[in-house]
């Protein structure tokens, strides 16, 4: 089945700087990347997602970037706010149904 | 918009009991999914319903049993419940294949 990894697990940022994350998955077929994001306690919310068919896709202060041929997304964060703290989760599925999420990468904003 | 919506919040439950975890979504939508949350192992899925009438097991349906009750619900029962089963668990649903999954509030169940 498809296999889903994160790094890095943990990100500190500065206030006001850019966070990337990575993902990789490993079933070429997969055609929808979404991620989420889950604060303390709280149900994971999905933040932005994109298909096979677009290698870029941006909403206000985040985008996700997809290279197929290297089998890997990424989530891009800018101006980063406290706010922004949380875990945040990628995953990856093809039409089967079913997603595969990564571990998730522990995020942390320093004012 | 209630969205998807899980009971209980909060259980505790003694080894060898057994109880039912209730999910509803009030979207429409065809697909649904129960998934665990334990530190550092991300969200694994347990049983998923790609329509109303099918169930499938997921990665970890072991000591779980599921029911799709009709279009809007989507039941996980533990039979005899052990404390490697302490997690929270996530029901979520979506629209179809590949599509954006929605999930509800999370049951945190504790087995001591």
Redesign the interface.
């Known amino acids: 089945?498809e296999n889903v990894e994160q790094h890095p697990s943990t990100l500190s940022v500065q206030e006001g700087d850019s966070a990337v994350i990575k993902c990789t998955y490993s079933d070429s077929a997969s055609?929808?990347f979404?991620w989420y994001k889950q604060e303390l306690g709280?149900?994971?919310?999905?933040i932005i997602?994109i298909r096979s068919n677009v290698g870029e896709k941006k909403d206000q202060r985040i985008a996700v970037t997809l290279n197929k041929t290297a089998k890997h997304f990424s989530l891009h964060i800018t101006e980063t706010q406290p706010e922004d703290s949380a875990v945040y989760?990628c995953a990856a599925?093809?039409?089967?149904?079913?997603?595969?999420?990564?571990?998730?990468n522990q995020v942390v904003v320093i004012p | 918009n209630a969205g998807v919506t899980q009971t209980p919040k909060f259980q505790v439950l003694k080894t060898g009991q057994s109880m039912t975890l209730q999910c509803a979504q009030d979207m429409n939508h065809n697909s649904m999914y129960w998934y665990r949350q334990d530190p550092g192992m991300g969200l694994r899925l347990i049983y998923y319903s790609a329509s109303e009438g099918t169930t499938d097991k997921g990665e970890v349906p072991n000591g779980y049993n599921v029911s799709r009750l009709n279009k809007r619900e989507f039941s996980l029962r533990l039979e005899s419940a052990a404390p490697s089963q302490t997690s929270v668990y996530f029901c979520a649903s979506s629209e179809g294949t590949a599509t954006r999954a929605f999930f509800g509030q999370g049951t945190r169940l504790t087995v001591v």
């Open positions: 089945g055609n929808y979404p709280k149900r994971p919310q999905l997602d989760f599925s093809k039409g089967n149904n079913r997603l595969a999420f990564g571990k998730g």
